[in-house]
C-alpha cells in the first residue's frame, strides 16, 4: 500500500493490494472522486467525475461535507458559534503523511504493529472566520481496509458547541441505483439480513440507546444490484464504537450517494472552550469487487489480528460451560461442582458461574452494585470454589454486570445519586435495575476497586461483562446544565476508560461482552473484549441466521455459540443434540446447560463433540469463513472454513425442515486451491479424493438427510 500525492493536480490517492482510494482538492474543497478497484499511480486520474470544474456545492462529492452553503445534502458536521450561527466554511490548509497508524487517545481503534503495515494521511481544513481546524484522519491497510475519524480543535477566541460530527462520509458517484444492507433486528433475534433498493431521500439506521444496540448494528453498505456472496460491488462502513451511533445513504438528484457514520447527532451537544479538541470515534471503510463475501473476509482478518487486542487475541478459545440455564439463580456450590466434574470427564475446559453469586441476589431484582460474594450460596467463598473447580482441571469464570445497580442494594441506599438521572424526574427501572453514571470518575473508581478486589484474590480465568438494559434519563448529577447533552458519549468515553484499566492491570483475564445477549456487539468492545455473547436465544435453528448475519462483518473467533437444553428456553423447539452441536461449533464453542441431567449415551455424544471441535477449533476460530447457503434465502444453510495455506477446510450443512422425496443436494464449495486435490471424510467416513476446482464447480453432493432439524459436516484435507 502507499499514498501518491501529484501536487499540480492537488490529488491524495490512497492505494492498497486490491483498492485505490482517490482525494482531489477542488476550490479548496476535498472531493472523493474514487473508491474501487485498484487504479495504477502512473493513470491520470483527472475528471474522474464530470462537472467538477463547475464547483456546485450541492453536486460535489464531499469527503467532508458543511451546513448552509449550498450543499443541501445531510452534512458530516454542525457547529453552533457564539452568535448563534450554524455556518461553517471548512477549506483545505495542508497535509501530513507517515507510515503506520497513529493511536486514538481514549477511544478504541484498529493498530498496527509495524510501520510497514499501514499508511496514514491527515487532510488539515480551516474555518479561519470561527477559528476551528478539522483534521480528517485517513489510514489505509495492506488488504484494502480504510480507517477514518475527524479531529475538530477551536483555536478561536470563543466557546463553540459541536453539534453533529460523524467519523466518515463518503459521495459515491453513479451508485443511485445500488442497494442498502444492514443488520437489524431485536432482543433474540439479532443481526438479520435487510436489503433494500436506494431512491431519491434518506435511509437513515441508528441508536438513540446509549449502547450500539438489538436493534441496528453500527454497519450500513451499498452493494451493486445482484451482488452476492462472490460477485459485485460492495462499499462498507463500520463504526468503532458503543453507544448511540447514526448511519444514513441518501440520494440526490444527480444519482450521487452519500454514505454518512458517527455519533448520532440526536440530543448531542459538546462544547469546545478555546483551545480544547474532540476527536470522533473510528469508522472503518470496506471495498469489495468480490461480494458480499470478500467484504466479510476484509473486516474478519482486519479485526481478529488488528482490532482485538493482548495475550487472547491469538489464542484458541477455551470450551465452557455456563451454568445460566442449567440453575438460574437456583444453585449451590455443590451443584456448581458437579457440573465442572461432569465437564471434566467430557473435555470441557472452563465453567463460568453466572449471575447470582454476589449480594443477596436470589432474583433481578436486587444487588447489582454489591460485588461481595454470597456466602449464603457459597458458604465456604468463591476462592474455595474456583480452586475446587481448578483441581478438577477447569478454569473458572465469573460473570458481571459492572454497569448497573439495583435500588434494592447497599450500593444504591449509599449512593443514590450515582446513577444516570435527571433531578426531579422519574427514574425508569429496566428489569429493576438503573444504570451507574459512568461519566463520573468516583464511579468508575469503585468499579475497579471492587472488580480488582475480586481478581486479586480468586483465580479468575474469564469475565462475563453483561449489560442488560438501555439507557435511560440520560442525565449526571456532577455536570452543568450545559454540559448534559455530552453525558451519553461521556459515558461510553468513561466505560472505554474502565475496561482499558482493568484489561491492562488483568491481562491474562479472558473478557467476553455481553448486553442480554448481541445487545452491544460492535467493534469498540472487542478492541476491549476478543469476544461476544451473540443473543440469549440459543435455539439452533433461530442461532443460524443470527450467527449468519453476525458473521458478515464480526469474525468467528468474536461469536460465542452455546448448546442449550431442550425444549430451548427462548422458543420452546426440540432439536437434536447433534444439531444444536454442529451449529455452536460455528463459533466459540461451549454448553448452557445442566451436564449432570444427561444419559450416558448423551455424554458419549457430548465428549465427541468436544473432541471435534478441538481438532478444528484452530481452522474454525483463524481459518477464513465462505458462507454456501443463506437461511435468509431458504432451508438450508452452509458455510465452510478454510486454513490461509488451503490445506484444510471443514464444510457444515444444515436443513431446518425436511421435505418428502427430495431430489438430492450438491453443494458448491468456495476458497480451495483449483490445484490441489482433496480427500473429503464425512460423518460416515472416508467419501473419496476430489480435486479442487471439481469441487467448486461441480460440487459436493450431500448424502441424504432423514427428518427436521438436521446437520451434516465434512472435513477436507488436502493431498496435493
Known sequence: MAIYINKSQHIFHLQSRVTSYVIQIIDGYPLLVYWGQRLSEKGNLEKLVPGLEKTELGSMPHEYPQYGTGDFRSPAYQVLLEDGSRITELRFKGYSTGAGKPA????????????????????????????????LKYCIFRDGAITRSVHFKNNGHSTIKLLRALSANVDLYGKSHYELLYLAGHWAREAHLQRRPLGPGGTSLGSKRGMSSHQHNPFAAVVSPGADEDHGEVFAVNLVYSGNFHAEAEVDAFGVVRLGIGLNPFDFGWLLPPGESFQTPEAVLVYSNEGIGGMSRIYHRLYRNRLCRGVHRDKERPILVNNWEATYFNFTAEKIEAIAETGSHL???????????????????SSLGDWVEDRRKLPSGLRDLAERIERQGLQFGLWFEPEMISPESDLYRKHPDWCLHVEGRRRTEARWQLVLDLSRPEVRDYLYDALAEIFTNVPVSYVKWDMNRALTEIGSATALPENQQEIAHRYVLGLYELLNKLTTAFPEILFESCSSGGGRFDPGMLYYMPQTWTSDNTDAVERLKIQYGTS????VSTIGAHVSAVPNHQVHRDTSLKFRGDVAMSGNFGYELDLTKFTDAEKIQLKEQVAMYKEHRSLIQKGDLFRLRSPFQGNETSWMFVSDNRLEAIVFYFRVLAKPNPAADVLQLKGLDHSYTYEVTGESGYMGTFGGDRLMQAGLIIPTLTGDYTSAWFKLSATQ
Open 347 to 365: 473435555g470441557i475446559e472452563l465453567l463460568v458461574l453466572d449471575d447470582g453469586w454476589f449480594g443477596k441476589r436470589d432474583s433481578d431484582n
Open 104 to 135: 486514538l487517545d481514549g477511544l478504541p481503534y484498529v493498530y498496527t504493529e509495524t510501520d510497514h503495515e499501514a499508511d496514514n494521511l491527515e487532510l488539515e481544513l480551516e474555518d479561519a472566520y470561527a477559528g476551528i481546524t478539522v483534521l
Open 552 to 555: 458478515l462483518v464480526y469474525p
